[in-house]
């Protein structure tokens, strides 16, 4: 059997000023061959796709797997030329019998608001109706209609962090293998409730996410049930299809499919008043740090995190640390090209005095004029061992450790999520013995941070991955929706249950 493999991911902030260019993603692109070389054995999607296809004796067809990190809209240009390297070797391969993709499913073109859609509907021109076509998405896909009536099944990642994309990869490729040996006749069905839910409430340890989650679980028991998925969406793009979707493929059986997935909507409205977001203001939250017995207390700036779009160079939070005087601190990152440059010049050991951050917009915090000492310069390359990405080299461009007062600043060329403690031990700082760690993260740094924090405080910053998504202008979005619109907040409701 030939099996194509291939994947176009991004995450895309249409409140981000960044637009997302070809350059951002020949960072991670891959071709052909250089597929297999670069995953072959390792814990990405890739692998799980590569691995499944030689258990069953697949012939893979590699075609195109590029990502960028997560930014404002993905040029027409760019976009084009990638789905052209996903096609060509598509049109050119002799035979198909089947597609196996990984696509995000919140990418938005400059042109385009489903990008993923036209990418399957691309490729379904080529392969037809009668080849089946898989791909995993993330647990934050804004899951558009095209996307369900163009793939044969979606499965959605059902973890956040999402620490679960390998086995999402192995069940996928092994759904092909059934479909591809007659065993399985797929038929998919979705609903959305009228919801848009904030990043920060969706994390899948906890309620409410997880009450869907183990839902969908004890649903994925029914033997006419092949996956369910619940996306949790990404409220950062201003589309009409924006927000939480079900998705439940069954065996041919497109009744059950549609039920499962009302019944899982149903659910979601019920608690919906449980994923209202919950933070803290920056000075409330640094001086609680301060006051708790032992540590490292955790910060997390949210708003402000690259891996849902951020610029990764906010301010706010920094500079409440400096004004209460804060002693034994680490901040994970800062992305400051300049700044970097500037250090790097001065070299170890020198004390200078510069602005830091607050260089791309003005949503999360103006620059800050500190004096601070270049402590440790690295080139930025370390091996990641949490549950996130173990084994998948990591880079962060040249990096600065800057210590101003009691902060040490790990200054970045690069945005980049800490998600893993290996980060700071290649710049020398043993996260443990910190008393404040302040992550640039809404939850993906939980993966790892957790098992060390003595305590998680969700810090209440301004920028363009804020919980607050009442301050977002959003102008296509369809409404109303919950929580926007005051009359969806369900005020007679919530007495109601209140009495009961
Ligand atoms: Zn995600």
């Not at 995993?136 to 099944?153: G, S």
């Not at 791309?360 to 690295?378: Q, R, W």
């Not at 305590?455 to 409404?479: C, M, N, W």
């Amino acid at each position: 059997m030939h099996v194509v493999i291939g994947s176009i991911s991004h995450e895309t902030n249409t409140f981000s000023n960044v637009p997302t260019g070809l350059d951002k993603f020949r960072e991670n692109l891959y071709l052909g061959q250089d597929i297999v070389k670069a995953f072959k054995g390792k814990h990405a999607i890739a692998s799980a796709f590569i691995q499944v296809a030689e258990e069953e004796g697949f012939d893979l067809i590699p075609t195109l797997w590029a990502s960028a990190t997560p930014s404002g809209l993905v040029k027409d240009e760019a976009f084009n030329h990638l789905l052209s390297k996903m096609i060509q070797p598509i049109e050119s391969a002799e035979k198909v019998d089947g597609v196996l993709l990984h696509l995000h499913g919140a990418m938005v073109t400059q042109s385009i608001d489903d990008p993923e859609g036209e990418i399957l509907e691309a490729v379904r021109g080529v392969v037809g109706h009668e080849v089946p076509v898989i791909s995993t998405l993330d647990l934050h896909a804004n899951i558009a209609e095209r996307m369900v009536r163009e793939a044969d099944v979606l499965v959605g990642y059902d973890t956040y962090p999402h620490v679960d994309r390998f086995d999402r990869g192995i069940e996928a490729a092994g759904l092909m293998a059934e479909i591809l040996g007659g065993r399985l006749k797929p038929t998919m069905a979705m609903k959305k409730p009228p919801m848009i839910v904030s990043p920060q409430r969706q994390k899948t340890n906890y309620y409410p996410m997880n009450a869907l989650i183990n839902l969908a679980h004890e649903m994925e028991t029914d033997e006419n049930i092949v996956n369910v998925t619940v996306s949790g969406g990404y409220p950062f793009a201003d589309l009409e299809f924006t927000g939480m979707t079900m998705v439940v493929t069954t065996n041919n059986r497109q009744d059950v499919a549609q039920e499962k997935a009302d019944n899982l909507a149903a659910l979601a409205w019920k608690i919906r008043r449980d994923f209202l977001a919950d933070v803290i203001p920056p000075k409330e939250a640094v001086a609680e740090a301060t006051v708790t017995q032992g540590g490292p207390v955790v910060l997390a700036d949210h708003a402000d995190n690259p891996g849902g779009g951020a610029p990764c160079d906010g301010t706010v939070i920094l500079q409440t640390l400096l004004e209460l005087g804060v002693e034994n601190a680490v901040l994970a990152v800062m992305a400051d090209p300049e700044a970097v440059n500037k250090m790097v010049k001065a070299g170890v050991g020198k004390a200078l005095t510069l602005n830091l951050g607050g260089r791309t917009d003005t949503l999360h915090g103006p620059p800050i004029h500190v004096m601070g000492t270049v402590k440790l310069i690295s080139d930025g390359n370390f091996l990641p061992l949490g549950p996130m990405s173990s084994g998948l080299e990591s880079n962060m461009g040249r990096t600065v450790v800057f210590t101003c007062q009691g902060v040490d600043v790990i200054v970045t060329e690069k945005r980049l999520q800490p998600t893993d403690l290996e980060l700071y031990r290649s710049v020398g700082i043993e996260p443990t013995r910190k008393k404040i760690i302040v992550v640039k993260s809404a939850v993906h740094f939980r993966a790892s941070h957790e098992p060390i924090a003595k305590k998680i405080i969700e810090v209440d910053t301004p920028g363009i991955h804020s919980s607050r998504l009442s301050a977002f202008q959003y102008k296509k979005l369809r409404r109303p929706i919950f929580p926007l619109d005051v009359e969806m907040l369900g005020i007679a409701e919530l007495k109601k249950s209140l009495t009961d």
